[in-house]
């Protein structure tokens, strides 16, 4: 089986009845072919072929797969016809009958897993990262630390301290992403670290940071070895403004990348 999916639900998260979360886990030894990715559009099934490297190309088929099901299925459509928009920020929307669809979601991918999330009510956002023992997370500190997050990862003892670190930038990336702006907002305009780390808090005194505090966030703490984190509004969707629809032939992935504001993305 090219991919495992396993809704994540727990009393003990903050995860609001109205949002869906799905955890992947992938199967690296499935063909790209595999008959469960049979909702890809033509377009995709190329994107697939042309992947350098296996695991990447199945990572990609198998969310937008996946993705495809989790929204036609709540949408009451066939998945072959979900079809996506984007931002002028490059965050990924659903256009159904000309119209944009009242249905957010968000997919962050990393290593052998990945994350989707979708709600009819709220802007969702995801984010995942492998605790890769090999990164020099304090060359890149200053750049997603904001103050509070500095003053508290200061006396953590050693062993522990990657591991929160990589909790702050999983909230804030996830944050931003349910935003729509994606991280060229300033990770460093806002900090999410607390005494108890139970949950995020934001904090901080910019606009951003004010803006940020209408959201609801939560660390998810189900796959060994990986930090991820959901967040949520705790306003209604909305509209998503300034979009525009983007054809397959346009369109780009970002499962497999983070999302930057000048990319032209589509979809998961």
């Known amino acids: 089986m090219a991919f495992c999916a396993i809704p994540i639900r727990s009393s003990s998260l903050r995860i609001p009845d109205d949002v869906h979360v799905l955890r992947v886990d992938f199967d690296f030894g499935a063909k790209r072919d595999d008959p469960l990715f049979g909702a890809l559009s033509d377009c995709e099934r190329h994107r697939v072929s042309r992947f350098v490297r296996h695991a990447d190309a199945i990572r990609f088929a198998a969310c937008r797969t996946l993705l495809r099901y989790c929204l036609a299925a709540a949408l009451g459509r066939g ?3 979900i079809r996506f928009a984007i931002s002028t920020a490059g965050r990924p929307s659903l256009y159904v009958d000309d119209a944009y669809a009242p249905l957010d979601f968000n997919v962050s991918h990393s290593g052998k897993h990945a994350l989707i999330a979708w709600s009819k009510t709220r802007r969702v956002g995801v984010d ?3 605790l890769n023992q090999d990164v020099d997370w304090e060359a890149i500190a200053s750049s997603v630390l904001g103050t509070d997050d500095a003053r508290w ?3 953590i003892e050693d062993d522990y301290r990657q591991n929160f670190f990589f ?3 999983v909230a804030k990336e996830a ?3 349910a935003y729509g702006s994606g991280i060229s907002a300033g990770l460093t305009e806002f900090s999410v670290a607390a005494e108890n780390h139970e949950a995020p808090v934001i ?3 910019t606009t951003l940071a004010t803006t940020l505090r209408l959201f609801q966030a939560c660390w998810l703490r189900n796959i060994d070895g990986y930090c991820s984190g959901l967040m949520t ?3 209604n969707l909305g509209e998503n403004t300034r979009h525009e629809e983007v054809s397959d032939e346009q369109a780009t992935s970002f499962v497999f990348s983070r999302i930057q504001a000048q990319c032209r993305v589509s979809g998961a």
Do not use: V
């Open 79 to 81: 998945a072959n016809s």
């Open 128 to 130: 995942i990262e492998l």
């Open 153 to 155: 990862l200061e006396p």
């Open 167 to 169: 909790d702050i930038w």
């Open 175 to 177: 944050l931003l992403k």
């Open 203 to 205: 904090q901080g005194t």
């Open 233 to 235: 509004p705790d306003t």
